[in-house]
């Protein structure tokens, strides 16, 4: 099957919902207000045609759609969509399946319900509120044209400036992500593995976190400074503003120890604390 083939989208799709090793291979999802439950599914078909006739469908049989969305991939279409099940409760996800089987206009589909605890996939990155109206995708190529001058042209000073950017970065990530509604520094750390990753920053992993030895390793795969400089400067500075927040710590930094750009198989952080002399 074809890298671009529609079908195989569906499968790198739903492996994004299920597994944190890849990144999404789509820029950008519908926004979706409401808030997922355990009584949401969420679905992604192929159909010949537009699916409208499809949503009419699932809308009849006890589903309501709270988002959808429909893309054309070639001469097909791909629709990624959250329902709420309004009738079936515990048979939700047979019964959604046997509609989507007897579709005649449908070709492929994936689906799976959501936990009562999960993040909404269809947030990220696209417009998390009302406030924003544009949402810039931006090449990684184009990027490390716009940065790669500053480590090149002002030495330790540019590090410094890649630095506070990243925590400039953490900031807006920090506020836009709403990271202070979760209570558990382990819930903090899964929706900011989610995010990085979802914004094309990196596949962050944070491992063997404990707060109170000052404790953990941060595994970085993909980076977004891949080959911009020595090191990634910037994702340090990113990582140690969001590491503080999210242990109320000031003291609090990330130790870059591996890089890609020197050679490692992987850039590796590990966490320390700020020495009192």
Not at 33 to 59: R, Y
Not at 134 to 155: E, K, T, V, W
Not at 245 to 259: H, N, S
Request: overall charge negative.
């Amino acid at each position: 099957m074809s890298e671009n083939d529609p079908l195989d989208l569906i499968n790198k799709l739903n492996d994004f919902f299920n597994d944190k090793t890849a990144y999404i291979p789509r820029v950008c999802f519908s926004e979706t207000k409401s808030n997922l439950g355990e009584n949401t599914l969420l679905a992604i078909f192929l159909s010949k045609e537009m699916p409208m006739g499809s949503i009419e469908a699932l809308s009849k049989d006890g589903f309501s759609i709270i988002s959808f969305q429909t893309d054309l991939i070639g001469d097909k279409y791909i629709t990624y969509c959250a329902l709420e099940d309004t009738k079936y409760k515990e048979g939700a996800i047979e019964h959604l399946d046997q509609i989507f089987k007897n579709e005649k206009n449908i070709l492929g589909y994936k689906m799976r319900k959501s936990s009562a605890l999960e993040k909404n996939p269809f947030t990220f990155p696209a417009k998390y509120s009302d406030k924003i109206e544009q949402a810039l995708c931006l090449d990684i190529d184009i990027f490390h044209a716009m940065y790669r001058s500053i480590p090149n042209s002002l030495g330790s000073g540019g590090d410094y400036l890649m630095y506070m950017s990243g925590v400039s970065m953490a900031d807006g990530i920090w506020n836009k992500y709403n990271f202070s509604n979760y209570d558990e520094f382990e819930d903090q750390f899964l929706l900011l593995e989610d995010v990085l990753r979802t914004l094309g920053l990196g596949i962050v992993s944070f491992m063997e976190i404990d707060p109170l030895k000052s404790e953990g390793k941060i595994t970085i795969k993909n980076s977004f400074e891949e080959s911009l400089s020595e090191s990634c400067t910037m994702f340090r500075g990113l990582l140690t503003e969001l590491v503080k927040r999210i242990f109320e710590d000031q003291k609090m930094e990330v130790i870059e120890t591996a890089c890609v750009n020197k050679g490692d198989p992987e850039c590796i952080f590990e966490l320390a604390r700020i020495r009192d002399f």
